[in-house]
């Protein structure tokens, strides 16, 4: 069930708030052996919390928001009391004693916590494997990632263990596994909901924030309950500088009006990335909708950047506690890839041209979006692959780095303007296709009401992998 009908029967004393969460539970214990989207699970913690809900609701009194709703926690964000092992054998027992503000807030809501969810070592990475759990699956087809880095996040809420779970954002880590998972992710405008103390300080040492990169937002199988979340988590705190005010408009209004007669703009490769046919098809499919279906008038075009690829890279490690890190590595078996990237002999220039690239991406998109009130693409340039890769070598014959096929993503945290990733279909062998809905900066409302408009022409929330459909059969 999605989380706003959840939170309504609760509130209406129709679903007790404790058996809500004993199936949610049921589900993980079905499922997650196979799954592995949860890395610590807290079930006595959840039926606390969700007594204390239903005492709160007995009394007369508001339960909040997401009263009662059971959620999971990417396992980087940290959690008062309960461990917050970020992918890492050095922050294996690591238990904060603080949340983070999205964990805060989403309490103060009303929240019943399932617990946290996988997450690749210290999210630096597009999929969903670390040295310390067992490796999150997708569940579509299980020999294939999930996606990262907001991995078990995503699985979580593609197979029903919750309605939602927590995503965190600096090169596409919440767009990335809703589309190899089927479901939708939003990444709101930066500072949106405030990043604390998730952009870690002197106290997290080896451990680094993306300042400058990093979004917090909802993974959901209905627009409806993102749009939930962002009105239960949404709003400034003086512990983030880049927190913006306090929105000017209602989030589950953002819902309503259609997308009638907006400017679309359409790149399915930005004019230069390898995209496998496939994913071409399934988006582009899903790209006439909006002009025959919900009335947008499309067009076919490309913001004119070159790829900048190298230079995100440059940005994240020059937001990275390079010399914390490298120490860490010393003492630790970190992840293969990010050893790799700590040997390179960054210099100050890569971090400055780097920096360049970025505005120089930052004032062609703006330029763009004058002309289009959204930009669609592909959320990736490729359907889940296999496990323990960090990205296929080749896409459509073509031979890539490893993580380009996020070349949709992350100049979208370069710019930090609103987007989000839709199911739009599937391959012929079955498997998940995003297409990614770009805003105008701080524009959050015309990507949620296009991104509603678009699940009532297509809607997805009845399709589950057939791993859960087997599942409730044998229940």
Known sequence: MDAVSLAALIRQRKL??????????????????????????????????????ESEIV??????????????????????????????????????DEDDVVVERMRAAGAVMLGKTNVP????????????????????????????????????????MCPIATGSDGGGSV???????????????????????????ERYPGVSGWESLEHIGPLTRTVADAALMMAATAGPDMRDRHSLPKAAFDWMQCLEGGVRGLRVAYSADWGYAAVEPE???????????????????????????????????????????????????RKYRLSTHLVNALALPWSAEDFTNANMVRKSVVRKMAQFMSRYDLLLTPTLAVPPFA????????????????????????????TGQPAASVPAGF????????????????????????????????PWRTKWPPLVADSAAAT
């Open 16 to 53: 007790s708030p404790l058996e809500v969460v004993d199936a949610a539970l049921a589900r993980i214990e079905q499922l997650d052996s196979t799954l592995h989207a949860f890395c610590t699970l807290t079930p006595e913690l959840a039926r606390a919390e969700a007594r204390r809900v």
């Open 59 to 96: 009394q007369g009194r508001d339960a909040g928001l997401l009263g009662g709703v059971p959620v999971g926690h990417k396992d980087l964000i940290l959690t008062r009391g309960v461990r917050t092992a970020s992918g890492s054998l050095a922050y294996k027992d690591f238990v904060p």
């Open 121 to 160: 070592e210290f999210g630096y990475s597009p999929t969903g494997h670390n040295p310390v759990f067992e490796t999150t699956r997708n569940p579509w087809n299980t020999a294939l990632t999930s996606g990262g880095s907001s991995a078990g996040s995503a699985v979580a809420v593609a197979t029903g």
């Open 175 to 201: 767009r990335i596994p809703a589309s190899f998972c089927g479901i939708y992710g939003f990444k709101p405008s930066m500072g949106r909901i405030p990043l604390y103390p998730g952009a870690r300080d």
């Open 279 to 329: 994913v071409r098809r399934v988006v582009g499919q899903a790209v006439r909708i909006f002009e025959r279906d919900l009335g947008c008038v499309v067009e076919e075009a490309n913001p004119g950047w070159d790829d900048p690829f190298a230079a995100f890279f440059a940005v994240m490690f020059a937001e990275t506690d390079l010399k914390g890190m490298r120490e860490m590595a």
């Open 387 to 414: 496990i323990h890769m960090q990205g296929p070598e080749k896409i459509d014959g073509r031979y890539v780095q490893p993580a380009e096929f996020l070349c949709f993503t992350f100049p979208i945290n370069f």
């Open 427 to 458: 391959t012929a062998d079955g498997l998940p296709v995003g297409l990614q809905i770009i805003g105008r900066h701080l524009d959050d409302p015309t990507v949620l009401r296009a991104s509603a408009a678009f699940e009532a022409a297509a």
